[in-house]
């Protein structure tokens, strides 16, 4: 079996930025509460490098615990969160956005953000099993 670096979850503890050990993301909302029905936004800012030179993602983590991979930059979309969810990112602002159109009780979970540069995305090589 021979698997892309792309379709493997994403969450890593970004030891790809070690070079510089400057490249740190932050999220600006750390616990909201919402009203059914009501729009939500998550934010997520990158420093120490530009976010063009990274994938970037948003994640759920449910009461379950397992992460569910949300969007993708570039309008890709997991499973069941297309049209509920959003994501945008504003490269220029380093600037990744989330948001829930209408929350819902289905949508109480932790979220987080996350990247990926693009050299080690290209870098990964296909291992035969």
């Not at 490269?91 to 987080?112: D, H, M, P, W």
Request: hydrophobic residues 30%; proline residues 1%.
């Amino acid at each position: 079996e021979c698997r892309s670096a792309g379709t493997e979850l994403k969450e890593q503890k970004m030891e790809h930025f070690s070079v510089t050990g400057q490249v740190a993301l932050e999220q600006h909302v750390r616990e909201l509460t919402a009203q059914e029905g009501t729009g939500v936004t998550f934010q997520c800012s990158m420093s120490g490098d530009d976010m063009s030179d990274y994938f970037m993602y948003w994640y759920q983590q449910g009461p379950g615990g397992s992460l569910e991979w949300i969007y993708q930059a570039g309008d890709t979309y997991g499973e069941g969160f297309q049209g509920q969810f959003k994501g945008s990112v504003e490269s220029s602002q380093n600037r990744f956005t989330l948001q829930i159109e209408a929350a819902k009780q289905g949508n109480e979970a932790v979220y987080f953000c996350g990247a990926r540069d693009f050299s080690a995305f290209f870098s990964s090589r296909c291992q035969q099993r």
